[in-house]
Structures are given as C-alpha cells and as structure tokens.
C-alpha cells in the first residue's frame, strides 16, 4: 500500500504563499500520476492539479490555474503544490492522492475516483 503524508500547510494572509509538501511510502512513486484537492467545510472535495507520470504532463482547475503549481521530486518521492496570490477562499483540507492503478501514464487524473490512494490532508488557513 501507498502512504502519502502531506505537510506545509498554516495560516497565511491574503496575497501570501505556501507551499505544501506530500512524501509517498512504500509502493513506485515515480510511476503513479498525482494529484492535490481540496475540501472546504459542507463543500465536496474539488480537484485543483495533478501531475502525470510519464512526460511531465499538468493540469489544473480554474479556480487555481495561475496561482498554483504542481511539481513532482521523483528522487524524493515528493510532490508539492506551491500556492501564489492565496485568497480567504482558498481555505480548506488540502489533499494529495495517488493514482497506483494507472501506472506509467501520459495523462493527468483529474476526477477524485480515479486516485487510490490519499493522505490526511493538511489545513490550509487564509485570512483576509
């Protein structure tokens, strides 16, 4: 099984950044497309960027796309989300997921039922 463990996440004003960390064990991270989401309160869970895993291929939801951005470490079994121009809306659990069934892909896994495995998620806080 995959473990994925994410961190980085606080308080921050509007306008500022963070940039949240997920650390996968055990299982072939290099293999399997990745993805972050989000879940505010009475909200379901929303896609914001994934990362395929052959190719480098990215995408990204239009609520984020320019702000965000998704990068995997292969080396260090990482991927990160580094979040620019953050807003009180962005506030939320912050997730990653990965996606062990559709190894070695060129495509980007942007619908939640398509990842397998998913971490605690982190709390992301943006005050205004």
């Given at each position: ?63 984020v796309k320019g702000r965000f951005t998704i990068s ?57």
């Amino acid at each position: 099984q995959v473990q994925l463990v994410e961190s980085g996440g606080g308080l921050v004003q509007a306008g500022g950044s963070l940039r949240l960390s997920c650390a996968a064990s055990r299982g072939t991270f290099s293999s399997y497309p990745m993805g972050w989401f989000r879940q505010a309160p009475g909200k379901e869970r929303e896609f914001l960027a994934g990362v395929s895993s052959v190719g480098g291929s990215t995408a990204y939801s239009d609520s984020v796309k320019g702000r965000f951005t998704i990068s995997r470490d292969n080396a260090k079994n990482t991927v990160y989300l580094q979040m620019n121009s953050l807003k009180p809306e962005d506030t939320a659990v912050y997730f990653c997921a990965a996606d062990s069934r559709s190894r070695f892909s060129v495509y980007v896994r942007k619908s939640r039922y398509e990842y397998e495995y998913w971490g605690q998620g982190t709390q992301v806080t943006v005050s205004s």
